[in-house]
């Protein structure tokens, strides 16, 4: 079956311009979450959806990221004002249910911002 | 508060021989613990996982992990690698008590030549 996937795969921006990248889940997956991975790193937490609700938002850097998920199955990671700093590869990942061991991760959306 | 450590940023290895990857965590709570591979313009894949019981722990494509509570380590091995094993590998745990977020470790890069 079809896996997470995000769009777009790669987004060039300005500083101080407006991104929104977007991530579909498995069909039936009830839980979504968004990590962040810089270069060299390993990936952190931003967000974790448990259907429509953000169940633990504390990895999100500032007010200028929100992410939404209006109808428990699509999610979309808004990021106002950007920086160059808020370059990095951003993941997103579903599960069965929040209490699943097993999360799975889509191909990432690389963000340059210049 | 829980970290996790890889020893080992990267890792050369000639094709056949075994290999270790070294990963240490600290956690005042009960945690489930993971190993995930990142192939070169792919998403994250889960290796194999720890959840409870037996401490040693087998995997995908031929690899295996212990988890040793007193030394709060669980590092990845396989005793023959190809080279189709060249790959970013991250070890993370998760709360055992709680869904959502993976804490990950900083990666190592597997690099196995002929």
């Known amino acids: 079956g079809a896996g997470v996937s995000q769009t777009p795969s790669n987004k060039v921006t300005e500083k101080g311009k407006y991104v929104e990248l977007r991530c579909d889940p498995i069909?039936?997956?009830?839980?979504l979450y968004w990590y962040r991975q810089s270069l060299g790193q390993g990936p952190e937490f931003l967000i974790y959806?448990?259907?429509?609700?953000?169940?633990?938002d504390s990895g999100l850097p500032n007010d200028r990221f929100f992410a939404v998920r209006p109808e428990g199955s699509v999610s979309t990671l808004k990021i106002q004002r950007t920086e160059r700093g808020d370059s990095a590869v951003y993941l997103c990942?579903?599960?069965?249910?929040?209490?699943?061991?097993?999360?799975?991760f889509g191909p990432g959306t690389r963000l340059l911002v210049l | 508060a829980q970290s996790v450590t890889q020893l080992d940023s990267q890792v050369p290895v000639f094709e056949e021989a075994p290999v270790e990857l070294r990963c240490n965590y600290s956690?005042?709570?009960?945690?489930?613990l993971f190993w995930y591979v990142q192939y070169p313009n792919q998403g994250l894949q889960l290796l194999l996982k720890?959840?409870?019981?037996?401490?040693l722990v087998k995997g995908i494509n031929g690899f295996e992990a212990e988890f040793n509570k007193s030394q709060t380590s669980f590092h990845l091995r396989k005793p023959s690698v190809h080279i189709s094993d060249t790959a970013e590998y991250f070890c993370?745990?998760?709360?055992?008590?709680?869904?959502?977020?993976?804490?990950f470790g900083q990666g190592t890069e597997l690099s196995v030549k002929p």
């Open positions: 993370a745990l998760r709360r055992s008590n709680q869904g959502g977020k993976l804490i």
């Open positions: 069909s039936g997956h009830t839980a």
């Open positions: 720890y959840l409870s019981g037996s401490t």
């Open positions: 990942a579903s599960s069965v249910r929040g209490g699943s061991e097993t999360q799975y």
């Open positions: 959806f448990q259907g429509t609700g953000a169940a633990d």
């Open positions: 956690s005042s709570v009960s945690v489930y």
